[in-house]
């Protein structure tokens, strides 16, 4: 895409988000541009991990393009998640912040992300968004099997192994089952190298 297209583009959406006051999530975004035009992004595959990638990645190229030119006009501004893009009025000092560095912004209004990323480099990608998925997941799980909330630091979880521990050990009348889970749960918990 060119400049002009890329500018087109991002008057197309500012055209949706001002229908839409609440915002959209990008899903709702896509689905609101697709209404309007069908072309707009080509057909986005779901089973084609980079055609997905390349749609989001034009799409959010675009927005941030769009919050560019819409700070300039001093009086609006993009909210840019996946979760919610949304149009803004601007407020002091506002423009400032936003003009600090921000990692994201940078890595989607450079097109050479778009051009260099293979299929390959998508799948590496979400194989490693799964992986912290899946780290998270059992987080809460071994937090659960603690009995901790969240925010429990290293003594936490280490006071709370112990009483646990001592609690369900097999020679004070636990089970055995309900030990593992607990060794399991603090061993994730406080790594390798946690010494319990």
């Known amino acids: 895409m060119d400049t002009q297209a890329i500018e087109q583009f991002g008057q197309r959406l500012l055209a949706i988000l001002q229908r839409h006051p609440q915002g959209l999530s990008e899903h709702g975004l896509l689905q609101a541009l697709r209404e309007t035009d069908e072309d707009a992004l080509g057909s986005a ?7 997905l990638f390349q749609t989001h990645f034009i799409l959010f190229h675009a927005l941030y393009r769009l919050r560019e030119r819409l700070l300039t006009g001093g009086d ?3 909210w840019i998640h996946v979760l919610r893009i949304q149009l803004l009025p ?14 994201l912004r940078d890595y ?13 480099d998508v799948e590496a990608m979400l194989g490693r968004f799964w992986q912290r998925y899946l780290r998270q997941d059992q987080r809460v799980e071994a937090l659960r099997v603690l009995e901790l909330d969240a925010d429990a630091d290293v003594t936490a979880i280490r006071d709370q192994y112990r009483r646990l521990a001592m609690r369900h050990h097999p020679d004070r009348g636990g089970d055995t089952a309900t030990l593992q889970a607990i060794n399991e749960a603090a061993a994730l918990l406080l790594g390798k190298g946690g010494s319990r």
Do not use: I, K, M, V
Not at 45 to 51: A, Q
Not at 108 to 120: H, M, V
């Open 45 to 51: 595959r779901l089973d084609d991990s980079l055609n």
């Open 90 to 103: 601007l407020e002091e000092n506002a423009a400032q912040a936003l003009g600090g560095h921000d990692p």
């Open 76 to 78: 609006e501004t993009l």
């Open 108 to 120: 989607y209004l450079d097109w050479s992300n778009l051009e260099q990323t293979s299929a390959a």
